[in-house]
T-cell receptor, first 112, second 114 residues
Framework: SQQGEEDPQALSIQEGENATMNCSYK?????LQWYRQNSGRGLVHLIL?????REKHSGRLRVTLDTSKKSSSLLITASRAADTASYFC????????????FGQGTRLTINP | DVKVTQSSRYLVKRTGEKVFLECVQD?????MFWYRQDPGLGLRLIYF???????EKGDIPEGYSVSREKKERFSLILESASTNQTSMYLC?????????????FGQGTRLTVV
């Protein structure tokens, strides 16, 4: 079952602008993670936020988590052309064995 | 650096063939996963394993099986390949015992069944 739902499915902005992507999920989680995928490649981990955290920063990335709404957002500030990629959220559900459940992803295009 | 290596980047197989996709990780991770990725559907979990010789079905196990004879290697088997199994296949590993830890992915295998 698809746990994460990203919104929007595609986003196109100008270089230097901020990009915001949202993720919603359905069940209680241990943590939520964001991954990046360049075209045709494997996924690379960006940031992990635990269920008891509300906000986390890493460089130009800012992630928020609202467990009451079962949602998260990823903000990329001062975007660069090299940020063009697909971004996925993934959740580790509390119930059951450790695994990651992914959403459909957001395709981000940064225009120079 | 953790490395997860998938045996092929691109693979073309015929309908009905038995197909093996191999994945090896070099960081002694307990947990390994196979996903398939299709446009508009994101990553869907096929099978995962949390120990040698252990396996668990994911969301879409039909038509697939797995093998984990050694800790570092997790194989995905398509018993009789069909055209609807044309997809990108991604292997991942996660260190066991720590719940809040990241996954490491291989570079992916793009499989085409003709």
């Amino acid at each position: 079952s698809q746990q994460g739902e990203e919104d929007p499915q595609a986003l196109s902005i100008q270089e230097g602008e901020n990009a915001t992507m949202n993720c919603s999920y359905k069940t209680s989680i241990n943590n939520l993670q964001w991954y990046r995928q360049n075209s045709g490649r494997g996924l690379v981990h960006l940031i992990l936020i635990r269920s008891n955290e509300r906000e986390k920063h890493s460089g130009r990335l800012r992630v928020t988590l609202d467990t009451s709404k079962k949602s998260s957002s990823l903000l990329i500030t001062a975007s660069r052309a090299a940020d063009t990629a697909s971004y996925f959220c993934a959740t580790d559900p509390i119930q059951g064995a450790q695994k990651l459940v992914f959403g459909q992803g957001t395709r981000l295009t940064i225009n120079p | 650096d953790v490395k997860v290596t998938q045996s092929s980047r691109y693979l073309v197989k015929r309908t009905g063939e038995k197909v093996f996709l191999e994945c090896v990780q070099d960081m002694d991770h307990e947990n390994m996963f196979w996903y398939r990725q299709d446009p508009g559907l994101g990553l869907r979990l096929i099978y995962f394993s949390y120990d040698v010789k252990m396996k668990e079905k994911g969301d879409i196990p039909e038509g697939y099986s797995v093998s984990r004879e050694k800790k570092e290697r997790f194989s995905l088997i398509l018993e009789s390949a069909s055209t609807n199994q044309t997809s990108m296949y991604l292997c991942a590993s996660i260190r066991g015992g720590l719940r809040n830890t990241e996954a490491f992915f291989g570079q992916g295998t793009r499989l085409t069944v003709v």
